[in-house]
């Protein structure tokens, strides 16, 4: 680190160095606090008096996960009796080892990896007046040392108006314990993956498209038991064996037009990589999905409507299939469960007619229940780090799009999984 520059890069390890070196004073105000730091800090703290030492951080378990800082940082503190000021919100970072002193912006590992050289700045060094105004704003010993030493009673009085402009509080034990069990319950993602993921966040995405409901024409209902033990024939053949057929399969309410048109919308806008990675979207063409999938939605309200308005008929129609179909052989061979359930010892066809009513009505659906059922399912996933891990993976994306030049993400993409493994 050059000594003459004002723009200067300033990562973890070089915070370390320079914090070991400390002969009078530390103070370190950031969002949070990497291992490496807090190991620095815990060794000068042997030597210089505790007030001389001033670290204040946004404790919170958001600030962990972004990657500001690590929990055990702070547990290494605590274990030394090193006081950690919780300042909630702090995003902005300031280190004053002596009297050097240096405004710099704290990295995200989760989004990136901390500044490798000086041609990455970070950090702009404080001239010594800057240096005395953080201090007072920031350290309660440097404006008590600062007010004992005002040279007049009006730079006294001045001095003591000064507030601390951050936390005043101690990171309690209570609230320490409480965001240690968040992060052990559901730990932070390992930054370096999470940053190789990203490398592809802005290309692609998977999803899921499916229509349930709608496909009335298919649905078909379970004979009760009771109406099978009539020993029916074999009339109404493709229809009524154990099951039947809700409907005709030709009905004007069959949803076939709308699952043509969706698979349609599948197949201009999504690609399949096949089972094993399943179905994904380029983000660019997202926008239009979505105008399509809105329209489509207007299309299915609108055929919910159109069900609604006709499908009680229908089903009417079917219940009443299949009670002729069974009603002669329910008069000519009626069971002890069905004469069980009348009041007379000589039933009429109405009573015939009625029991196998009740009995199909347990079965067959409202109106009302089939229109709900139909729903459009759409969701999306971002890509995750074991299927890009995958080497067939990208062999795949390029058959699905030719068109695409996937190279450089590629090449990005192994070129951080070989900064990880240096």
Not at 7 to 14: E, I
Not at 279 to 287: A, E, F, N, P
Not at 327 to 356: S, V, Y
Not at 395 to 414: G, H, I, M
Request: charged share 30%; with cysteine.
């Amino acid at each position: 680190m050059n000594p003459h520059h004002i723009f200067c890069a300033l990562d973890s390890k070089r915070m370390a160095s320079l914090i070991r070196s400390a002969k009078h004073r530390v103070c370190y105000a950031a969002p949070g606090l990497q291992l490496a730091v807090a190991q620095a800090i815990r060794e000068v703290a042997e030597t210089l008096p505790a007030d001389t030492i001033t670290v204040s951080i946004d404790f919170n378990e958001r600030v962990m996960r972004m990657g500001y800082g690590h929990i055990d940082a702070i547990r290494l503190l605590n274990a030394a009796n090193v006081p950690v000021i919780n300042s909630p919100g702090l995003r902005s970072a300031v280190l004053i080892v002596d009297d050097d002193g240096f405004v710099f912006t704290p990295t995200a590992l989760y989004l990136e990896t901390e500044p490798q050289s000086e041609e990455t700045p970070n950090a702009i060094r404080l001239q010594p007046g800057q240096i005395s105004e953080v201090l007072l704003r920031l350290s309660p010993a440097a404006r008590t040392e600062a007010i004992a030493a005002a040279s007049s009673e009006q730079k006294r009085e001045k001095l003591t108006a000064i507030q601390v402009e951050v936390g005043v509080n101690e990171v309690s034990p209570q609230k320490f314990q409480e965001v240690a069990e968040n992060l052990r319950l559901a730990p932070p993602v390992k930054f370096d993956v999470a940053r190789r993921v990203q490398v592809f966040e802005p290309y692609l995405q998977y999803v899921e498209i499916g229509l349930r409901g709608a496909a009335i024409q298919r649905q078909r209902v379970e004979i009760p038991k009771a109406i099978q033990k009539l020993d029916a024939g074999k009339d109404l053949e493709g229809r009524l064996r154990t099951t039947f057929d809700l409907i005709e399969k030709d009905s004007k309410v069959s949803s076939k037009a709308l699952e043509d048109e969706l698979n349609e919308i599948r197949k201009d806008l999504t690609r399949t990589l096949g089972r094993q990675f399943g179905r994904v979207i380029l983000k660019s063409i997202r926008t239009r999905l979505d105008e399509r999938i809105a329209v489509f939605r207007t299309k299915l309200a609108a055929h919910q409507k159109s069900v609604e308005a006709t499908i009680e008929q229908k089903l009417a129609e079917s219940r009443q299939q299949v009670v002729e179909h069974y009603l002669k052989i329910a008069i000519d061979h009626p069971t002890d469960e069905m004469l069980g359930g009348l009041l007379t010892p000589e039933p009429t066809e109405h009573d015939f007619r009625k029991w196998l009513d009740t009995q199909l009505s347990k079965v067959f659906p409202t109106a009302d229940k089939i229109t709900l059922a139909m729903t459009l399912d759409v969701s999306f996933k971002d890509v995750t780090f074991e299927t890009l891990n995958q080497p067939e993976f990208f062999a795949t994306l390029k058959d699905a799009y030719p068109n695409v030049d996937w190279d450089k993400p590629y090449e990005d993409f192994q070129a951080l999984g070989e900064k990880i493994s240096e």
